[in-house]
Protein backbone atom coordinates (compact mmCIF):
# COMPACT_ATOMS: atom_id res chain seq x y z
CA UNK A 1 0.00 0.00 0.00
CA UNK A 2 1.40 3.88 -0.78
CA UNK A 3 2.68 5.39 2.07
CA UNK A 4 2.34 8.90 2.53
CA UNK A 5 3.98 10.72 5.19
CA UNK A 6 2.13 13.02 7.79
CA UNK A 7 3.94 15.91 6.48
CA UNK A 8 2.79 15.94 2.98
CA UNK A 9 -0.57 15.32 3.84
CA UNK A 10 -0.65 18.20 5.89
CA UNK A 11 0.83 20.21 3.27
CA UNK A 12 -1.58 19.27 0.94
CA UNK A 13 -4.45 20.40 3.19
CA UNK A 14 -2.62 23.75 2.65
CA UNK A 15 -3.78 24.48 -0.81
CA UNK A 16 -6.71 26.18 -1.11
CA UNK A 17 -9.49 25.37 -3.75
CA UNK A 18 -9.36 28.54 -5.28
CA UNK A 19 -5.63 28.75 -5.78
CA UNK A 20 -5.95 24.86 -7.36
CA UNK A 21 -8.34 25.74 -9.95
CA UNK A 22 -6.42 29.16 -11.06
CA UNK A 23 -3.92 26.81 -11.53
CA UNK A 24 -4.42 23.76 -12.52
CA UNK A 25 -8.43 24.00 -14.24
CA UNK A 26 -8.67 27.74 -14.60
CA UNK A 27 -11.35 26.83 -17.09
CA UNK A 28 -13.57 25.33 -14.25
CA UNK A 29 -13.68 28.51 -12.22
CA UNK A 30 -16.67 30.82 -12.37
CA UNK A 31 -16.63 34.19 -10.67
CA UNK A 32 -20.32 35.79 -9.08
CA UNK A 33 -19.18 38.56 -7.30
CA UNK A 34 -15.96 39.96 -5.89
CA UNK A 35 -14.76 37.19 -3.51
CA UNK A 36 -17.03 34.89 -4.46
CA UNK A 37 -17.07 31.43 -6.98
CA UNK A 38 -18.87 28.57 -8.60
CA UNK A 39 -17.43 25.92 -10.85
CA UNK A 40 -18.67 25.14 -14.78
CA UNK A 41 -19.28 21.41 -14.06
CA UNK A 42 -21.77 22.39 -10.51
CA UNK A 43 -23.23 25.67 -10.48
CA UNK A 44 -24.51 24.44 -6.82
CA UNK A 45 -21.22 24.44 -5.73
CA UNK A 46 -19.96 27.60 -4.56
CA UNK A 47 -16.48 28.72 -3.26
CA UNK A 48 -15.75 31.88 -0.53
CA UNK A 49 -13.67 33.26 2.00
CA UNK A 50 -11.02 29.91 1.86
CA UNK A 51 -14.04 27.49 2.50
CA UNK A 52 -16.51 25.65 -0.24
CA UNK A 53 -19.88 24.40 0.06
CA UNK A 54 -21.34 21.97 -2.68
CA UNK A 55 -25.19 22.66 -1.90
CA UNK A 56 -27.08 20.29 -4.15
CA UNK A 57 -25.64 17.22 -1.96
CA UNK A 58 -25.31 19.25 0.98
CA UNK A 59 -20.88 18.60 1.18
CA UNK A 60 -18.71 20.89 2.23
CA UNK A 61 -14.89 21.18 2.96
CA UNK A 62 -11.56 23.36 3.56
CA UNK A 63 -9.25 22.67 0.51
CA UNK A 64 -8.24 21.64 -2.44
CA UNK A 65 -7.69 17.61 -1.14
CA UNK A 66 -11.35 17.63 0.26
CA UNK A 67 -12.75 18.52 -3.03
CA UNK A 68 -10.50 15.87 -5.00
CA UNK A 69 -11.88 13.41 -2.64
CA UNK A 70 -15.45 14.49 -2.27
CA UNK A 71 -16.18 16.27 -5.73
CA UNK A 72 -14.55 14.48 -8.64
CA UNK A 73 -14.44 10.94 -6.69
CA UNK A 74 -10.37 10.58 -6.67
CA UNK A 75 -8.85 8.48 -4.19
CA UNK A 76 -6.93 10.19 -1.09
CA UNK A 77 -3.57 8.75 -2.85
CA UNK A 78 -4.76 9.94 -6.02
CA UNK A 79 -5.63 13.76 -4.69
CA UNK A 80 -2.31 13.93 -2.89
CA UNK A 81 -0.24 13.03 -6.16
CA UNK A 82 -1.79 15.70 -8.38
CA UNK A 83 -1.27 18.26 -5.31
CA UNK A 84 1.80 17.31 -4.30
CA UNK A 85 3.35 14.82 -7.05
CA UNK A 86 4.60 11.36 -7.30
CA UNK A 87 7.33 11.82 -5.10
CA UNK A 88 5.12 12.78 -2.49
CA UNK A 89 3.67 9.13 -1.81
CA UNK A 90 6.19 5.62 -1.62
CA UNK A 91 5.13 2.39 -1.61
CA UNK A 92 5.05 0.97 2.32
CA UNK A 93 3.88 -0.90 4.41
CA UNK A 94 3.66 1.44 7.43
CA UNK A 95 0.32 2.57 8.49
CA UNK A 96 -0.57 6.16 7.73
CA UNK A 97 -1.01 8.32 11.07
CA UNK A 98 -4.74 9.03 11.50
CA UNK A 99 -5.96 12.28 10.62
CA UNK A 100 -7.36 15.17 13.07
CA UNK A 101 -10.59 16.13 13.17
CA UNK A 102 -10.97 19.55 11.64
CA UNK A 103 -12.92 21.63 14.06
CA UNK A 104 -16.72 21.86 13.17
CA UNK A 105 -17.08 25.42 11.18
CA UNK A 106 -20.29 26.69 9.85
CA UNK A 107 -20.59 27.66 6.04
CA UNK A 108 -23.23 29.74 5.77
CA UNK A 109 -24.86 30.97 2.38
CA UNK A 110 -24.43 34.11 0.70
CA UNK A 111 -26.60 36.84 2.00
CA UNK A 112 -28.94 38.25 -0.48
CA UNK A 113 -29.05 42.09 -0.51
CA UNK A 114 -33.02 41.81 0.24
CA UNK A 115 -35.41 40.01 1.93
CA UNK A 116 -38.38 40.37 -0.31
CA UNK A 117 -38.93 36.43 -1.10
CA UNK A 118 -38.10 35.58 2.49
CA UNK A 119 -40.42 38.15 4.03
CA UNK A 120 -43.36 37.13 1.51
CA UNK A 121 -42.64 33.25 2.51
CA UNK A 122 -42.90 34.02 6.25
CA UNK A 123 -45.93 36.07 5.73
CA UNK A 124 -47.61 33.54 3.48
CA UNK A 125 -47.32 31.15 6.23
CA UNK A 126 -49.36 33.01 8.41
CA UNK A 127 -46.45 34.84 10.49
CA UNK A 128 -46.40 38.22 11.98
CA UNK A 129 -44.82 41.04 10.50
CA UNK A 130 -43.35 42.41 13.11
CA UNK A 131 -41.80 39.86 14.01
CA UNK A 132 -40.45 38.64 10.82
CA UNK A 133 -39.23 42.29 11.02
CA UNK A 134 -37.54 42.00 14.51
CA UNK A 135 -35.84 38.45 13.27
CA UNK A 136 -34.60 40.28 9.91
CA UNK A 137 -33.18 43.24 11.75
CA UNK A 138 -31.30 40.77 14.43
CA UNK A 139 -30.16 38.70 11.86
CA UNK A 140 -31.91 35.83 13.06
CA UNK A 141 -32.90 35.10 9.63
CA UNK A 142 -32.05 36.09 5.98
CA UNK A 143 -32.34 35.43 2.26
CA UNK A 144 -29.60 33.87 0.64
CA UNK A 145 -27.93 33.72 -2.87
CA UNK A 146 -28.29 32.33 -5.24
CA UNK A 147 -31.48 30.50 -4.65
CA UNK A 148 -33.30 32.90 -2.34
CA UNK A 149 -33.47 30.31 0.49
CA UNK A 150 -34.92 31.78 4.41
CA UNK A 151 -31.82 31.10 6.65
CA UNK A 152 -32.39 30.43 10.15
CA UNK A 153 -29.35 31.37 12.11
CA UNK A 154 -28.81 30.16 16.08
CA UNK A 155 -26.07 32.39 17.78
CA UNK A 156 -23.71 31.48 21.18
CA UNK A 157 -23.64 33.67 23.94
CA UNK A 158 -20.79 35.22 22.21
CA UNK A 159 -23.54 36.78 19.51
CA UNK A 160 -21.03 34.12 17.23
CA UNK A 161 -23.42 32.17 14.26
CA UNK A 162 -23.42 28.96 15.71
CA UNK A 163 -26.36 26.99 13.45
CA UNK A 164 -27.61 27.69 10.51
CA UNK A 165 -31.31 25.61 8.93
CA UNK A 166 -32.02 26.72 5.23
CA UNK A 167 -35.34 26.28 4.30
CA UNK A 168 -36.72 27.21 0.12
CA UNK A 169 -39.27 30.06 0.01
CA UNK A 170 -41.07 28.11 -3.06
CA UNK A 171 -43.44 24.98 -3.44
CA UNK A 172 -40.50 22.54 -3.34
CA UNK A 173 -40.26 22.98 0.55
CA UNK A 174 -36.23 21.82 0.41
CA UNK A 175 -34.49 21.94 4.07
CA UNK A 176 -31.74 21.29 5.74
CA UNK A 177 -29.07 22.08 8.26
CA UNK A 178 -26.67 24.26 6.60
CA UNK A 179 -22.66 22.29 7.10
CA UNK A 180 -20.84 22.74 9.85
CA UNK A 181 -24.32 23.56 11.93
CA UNK A 182 -23.73 22.74 15.74
CA UNK A 183 -27.36 22.09 17.32
CA UNK A 184 -26.52 23.21 20.53
CA UNK A 185 -26.96 26.61 19.13
CA UNK A 186 -30.34 26.18 17.40
CA UNK A 187 -32.34 29.03 16.06
CA UNK A 188 -33.71 30.75 19.18
CA UNK A 189 -35.45 33.70 20.22
CA UNK A 190 -34.85 34.27 24.00
CA UNK A 191 -34.42 38.26 24.98
CA UNK A 192 -36.97 37.83 28.22
CA UNK A 193 -35.70 37.01 31.45
CA UNK A 194 -38.71 34.54 32.40
CA UNK A 195 -38.18 31.57 34.19
CA UNK A 196 -40.20 29.65 31.85
CA UNK A 197 -38.73 27.96 28.37
CA UNK A 198 -40.94 26.81 25.83
CA UNK A 199 -39.95 24.28 23.43
CA UNK A 200 -40.57 23.57 19.31
CA UNK A 201 -39.57 20.84 16.66
CA UNK A 202 -38.51 23.82 14.06
CA UNK A 203 -37.63 27.50 13.71
CA UNK A 204 -41.15 28.07 11.71
CA UNK A 205 -43.33 26.42 14.56
CA UNK A 206 -41.45 28.74 17.02
CA UNK A 207 -42.25 31.70 14.70
CA UNK A 208 -45.91 30.91 14.67
CA UNK A 209 -46.25 30.64 18.17
CA UNK A 210 -45.00 33.56 18.65
CA UNK A 211 -47.63 35.21 16.25
CA UNK A 212 -50.26 33.81 18.34
CA UNK A 213 -49.04 35.51 21.14
CA UNK A 214 -49.43 38.38 19.72
CA UNK A 215 -52.59 37.48 18.47
CA UNK A 216 -53.78 37.24 21.77
CA UNK A 217 -52.14 40.70 23.00
CA UNK A 218 -49.13 39.17 24.78
CA UNK A 219 -45.43 40.33 24.44
CA UNK A 220 -43.52 37.33 22.84
CA UNK A 221 -40.42 38.92 23.53
CA UNK A 222 -40.92 38.14 27.05
CA UNK A 223 -40.64 34.60 26.17
CA UNK A 224 -37.60 32.42 26.02
CA UNK A 225 -38.10 29.98 22.67
CA UNK A 226 -36.18 27.82 21.69
CA UNK A 227 -36.39 25.02 18.47
CA UNK A 228 -34.87 21.97 18.56
CA UNK A 229 -34.24 21.59 14.62
CA UNK A 230 -36.07 18.35 14.61
CA UNK A 231 -36.54 15.67 16.81
CA UNK A 232 -35.45 12.05 17.63
CA UNK A 233 -36.85 8.87 18.27
CA UNK A 234 -36.55 7.91 21.70
CA UNK A 235 -35.34 4.71 22.78
CA UNK A 236 -37.20 1.94 24.38
CA UNK A 237 -37.34 3.24 27.64
CA UNK A 238 -38.21 7.34 27.38
CA UNK A 239 -36.04 7.67 30.69
CA UNK A 240 -32.89 6.22 29.03
CA UNK A 241 -33.21 9.08 26.06
CA UNK A 242 -30.67 11.71 25.59
CA UNK A 243 -31.95 15.10 26.40
CA UNK A 244 -32.02 17.41 23.02
CA UNK A 245 -28.71 19.17 22.59
CA UNK A 246 -30.58 22.61 22.56
CA UNK A 247 -32.43 21.95 25.16
CA UNK A 248 -29.09 21.24 27.35
CA UNK A 249 -27.08 23.97 26.26
CA UNK A 250 -29.75 26.63 26.67
CA UNK A 251 -30.67 25.04 30.23
CA UNK A 252 -27.07 24.75 31.17
CA UNK A 253 -26.92 28.69 30.15
CA UNK A 254 -29.82 29.63 32.29
CA UNK A 255 -30.01 28.23 35.84
CA UNK A 256 -33.50 30.71 36.17
CA UNK A 257 -35.26 28.56 34.62
CA UNK A 258 -38.18 26.65 36.26
CA UNK A 259 -40.37 25.52 34.16
CA UNK A 260 -40.20 23.69 30.27
CA UNK A 261 -43.27 23.74 28.24
CA UNK A 262 -43.01 21.16 25.29
CA UNK A 263 -44.88 22.85 21.86
CA UNK A 264 -43.77 19.07 19.82
CA UNK A 265 -45.89 18.31 17.22
CA UNK A 266 -49.08 15.96 16.94
CA UNK A 267 -47.41 12.93 15.27
CA UNK A 268 -45.75 9.67 16.84
CA UNK A 269 -42.35 11.25 16.85
CA UNK A 270 -43.76 14.63 18.23
CA UNK A 271 -44.98 12.54 21.24
CA UNK A 272 -42.81 10.42 21.11
CA UNK A 273 -40.26 13.01 21.88
CA UNK A 274 -42.29 14.52 24.33
CA UNK A 275 -42.55 11.73 26.42
CA UNK A 276 -38.58 11.40 26.55
CA UNK A 277 -38.08 14.94 27.59
CA UNK A 278 -40.79 14.80 30.38
CA UNK A 279 -39.45 11.43 31.63
CA UNK A 280 -35.69 12.96 31.68
CA UNK A 281 -36.74 16.06 33.48
CA UNK A 282 -39.66 15.89 35.10
CA UNK A 283 -37.73 15.62 38.77
CA UNK A 284 -35.87 18.77 38.10
CA UNK A 285 -38.40 21.17 36.47
CA UNK A 286 -41.91 21.57 35.86
CA UNK A 287 -43.13 19.95 32.86
CA UNK A 288 -45.93 21.35 30.95
CA UNK A 289 -47.38 19.22 27.17
CA UNK A 290 -48.90 21.89 25.13
CA UNK A 291 -49.37 20.31 21.30
CA UNK A 292 -51.26 22.54 18.92
CA UNK A 293 -54.72 22.48 19.73
CA UNK A 294 -55.33 21.07 16.01
CA UNK A 295 -53.14 20.39 13.04
CA UNK A 296 -50.00 18.48 12.95
CA UNK A 297 -47.96 21.34 14.10
CA UNK A 298 -48.08 25.35 15.20
CA UNK A 299 -47.87 26.71 11.90
CA UNK A 300 -51.22 24.24 10.92
CA UNK A 301 -52.53 25.71 14.23
CA UNK A 302 -51.91 29.47 13.29
CA UNK A 303 -52.79 29.07 9.25
CA UNK A 304 -56.35 27.31 10.28
CA UNK A 305 -56.70 30.08 12.75
CA UNK A 306 -56.13 32.86 10.27
CA UNK A 307 -58.11 31.11 7.31
CA UNK A 308 -54.80 30.26 4.95
CA UNK A 309 -54.99 26.97 3.42
CA UNK A 310 -51.73 25.43 2.51
CA UNK A 311 -50.77 22.60 0.09
CA UNK A 312 -48.46 20.04 1.84
CA UNK A 313 -45.52 18.97 -0.38
CA UNK A 314 -42.96 16.25 0.57
CA UNK A 315 -39.93 17.84 2.21
CA UNK A 316 -36.63 16.89 0.75
CA UNK A 317 -33.73 17.81 3.14
CA UNK A 318 -31.43 18.84 0.85
CA UNK A 319 -30.26 22.20 -1.71
CA UNK A 320 -30.28 22.17 -5.23
Known sequence: MPYISPEVIEQARQIDLLTYLQACEPNELVRISANNYTTRTHDSLKI?????????????????????????????????????????????????????????VLLLPEKSPTTDRVTEYLFSRGIDYGIIESCISHGLIYESLPYHNAVFVGYDREQKPRYAAFRATNNSRIMGDCSGSDKHYSFRIAEGRSDELHLFE???????????????????????????????????????????????????????????????????????????????????????????????????????????????????????
Open 202 to 320: CAIDLLSYATLEVLAGREWRAENLVSLSGVYLSKKRPEDSKTPMALSQFLSENPNVRKITLHLDNDAAGRNASLAIQAKLADRYEMADCPPQYGKDYNDYLCRKLGIFREKNSERRSER
Open 48 to 104: SNGKWMWWSHRIGGYNALDYLVKVKGVSFVEAVETLMGRAAVMPSVVCAAPKKEQPK
